[in-house]
C-alpha cells in the first residue's frame, strides 16, 4: 500500500520536521478512512455571516474546509446582498468533486428590531444568534467566524457531537487559557461562562436541542426558549456588554452551564495564546487544529505568523502538490517570524497541517 503513494510524497515526507508524526499516524489515518466508508454518516453543516470586506476572507476559510475533509459538506453563507453574486461566481467554480454544496441567504433579523441587532457589535454579527431559528431544518450546525482557518479535517471537530451529554447543546472554547490576561475575569460588567468565559468565533450547535431547550435566566422565574430569551437579554444588558452577541452567549451559557460543552483551545487558536507568551498547552503538544485571526492579524503586519498561514491557504490551488505547494513554502515563511512572541512558536502552526497532509495521502493511496 506504501508503494502506491507518489514518489515526491515520501521524499517531501522525510523532509518535514520529524518530531511531527511518524508511521503510526500513517496507518491511524488509513484506518480512520476505513471506518469512515464502511460508517457512512450525514453531510456536515457549517454556517457563516460574511458582511462588509469579508469575501476573499470567508473564500479563505472555505476553501480550508474543502482540502481537508472527509464527508460531504454544506456550507450555509449568510451575506450581504451585493455580496452573493461575487460568492456564487467564486464557489461554482471550485472543484467541489459532488462533495460541497451551498446556499447563500440574506442578512436577516426579527423585523420589530433588525435595526438594533444589525448595530450591535460589527455589522452582521449577531445573526449567528438567529441560525437555530432561521435553519430550521438542520440538525446540527458547525458555525465559524470568517478568520478562521481548518488546519485538519471538519469531521473532527463535527466528531464531538458525539460526545454531548444529554445535557449539552453547544461547544466552544475559553475565552483565555490564563486569568492573568482574561479580559471577561478582569473587565465585564455583565455574568459570563465559567473562568475566563468563551468566545463564539467557533460555535458547534445541536440545533435540534437548541430549539427545544428552556432557559434559565436572571430576568424571570420563568424559563425562556432560544427565541425568547434574545430580545429580554439584549434589553438588559445592552449598556452593559462590549463584544456584542459573544457577551449574550456568555450571560446565557452563565445561567446554563451544564448545556455547554468546552473544546480544548488548539479548536480556536488565536493571538491571544502567544502574543503574551505561549499560554495554550494543547496546541504546544499535538499542534493548532484551528486558527482564529481575530484582531485583523491576518491583513496587517503585526502577526506574521498568522499572516503566513492566511496567505498560504488563500494561494493554494485546488490539486497542485500540497507539501511543495503548501507545506514547505509556508515552513519557510514561518522561520522569518521568529522575532515575535508567536513566531517562536511557530511550529505549533505546522504541526497538525503536516499530520492533515499526511492522513490525506494516506487516503488518496487506498482509493
Not at 36 to 41: E, L, Q, R, V, Y
Not at 143 to 161: A, E, N, Q
Not at 298 to 305: E, G, S, V
Not at 316 to 322: A, C, P, Q, T
Amino acid at each position: 500500500r506504501c508503494k502506491n503513494l507518489s514518489v515526491s510524497f515520501w521524499n517531501s515526507y522525510w523532509m518535514l520536521p520529524s518530531d511531527v508524526c511518524g508511521m503510526n499516524c500513517f496507518w491511524e489515518a488509513a484506518f480512520r478512512y476505513d471506518y469512515m466508508k464502511t460508517h457512512p454518516s450525514e453531510k456536515m453543516h457549517l454556517a457563516v455571516v460574511a458582511c462588509g470586506e469579508r469575501l476573499e476572507e470567508t473564500v479563505t476559510m472555505l476553501r480550508s474546509a474543502i482540502i481537508f475533509s472527509i464527508r460531504p459538506l454544506h456550507f450555509h453563507i449568510f451575506a450581504e446582498d451585493q455580496l452573493h453574486e461575487s460568492f456564487k461566481n467564486i464557489l461554482d467554480d471550485f472543484p467541489y468533486e459532488g462533495r460541497v454544496n451551498y446556499t447563500l441567504y440574506p442578512i436577516t433579523f426579527p423585523t420589530e428590531s433588525a435595526a438594533e441587532w444589525k448595530k450591535l457589535f460589527k455589522p452582521c454579527a449577531s445573526q449567528r444568534l438567529f441560525l437555530p431559528l432561521i435553519l430550521k431544518n438542520v440538525d446540527s450546525l458547525l458555525y465559524v467566524d470568517t478568520d478562521i482557518l481548518f488546519l485538519r479535517p471538519v469531521d473532527d471537530i463535527w466528531s464531538f457531537l458525539g460526545k454531548f451529554n444529554s445535557t449539552q447543546i453547544a461547544a466552544m472554547a475559553p475565552e483565555h487559557e490564563e486569568p492573568r490576561i482574561g479580559w471577561y475575569n478582569r473587565f465585564a460588567r455583565h455574568p459570563y461562562y465559567g473562568v475566563t468565559g468563551i468566545n463564539s468565533g467557533v460555535m458547534l450547535m445541536n440545533m435540534t436541542r437548541i430549539r427545544r431547550k428552556y432557559f434559565k435566566n436572571d430576568m424571570t422565574p420563568v424559563r425562556l426558549q432560544w427565541g425568547e430569551i434574545l430580545m429580554p437579554l439584549l434589553k438588559k444588558y445592552k449598556l452593559n456588554i462590549t463584544w456584542g452577541d459573544q457577551d449574550l452567549l456568555n450571560i446565557m451559557f452563565f445561567h446554563n452551564p451544564e448545556s455547554l460543552y468546552v473544546f480544548p483551545c488548539q479548536w480556536n487558536y488565536r493571538p491571544d495564546h502567544c502574543i503574551y507568551g505561549s499560554n495554550c498547552k494543547a496546541a504546544e503538544e499535538e499542534g493548532i487544529f484551528i486558527l482564529h485571526g481575530n484582531r485583523g492579524v491576518y491583513h496587517d503586519d503585526k502577526q506574521p505568523t498568522f499572516r503566513a498561514v492566511y496567505e498560504a491557504i488563500r494561494n493554494y490551488s485546488f490539486g497542485d502538490d500540497l507539501v511543495h505547494s503548501l507545506l514547505q513554502p509556508l515552513e519557510l515563511e514561518l522561520q522569518k517570524t521568529m522575532h515575535t512572541y508567536c513566531g517562536r512558536v511557530y511550529k505549533v502552526f505546522i504541526k497538525q497541517l503536516t499530520k492533515s497532509v499526511r492522513d490525506l495521502y494516506a487516503r488518496r493511496s487506498k482509493g
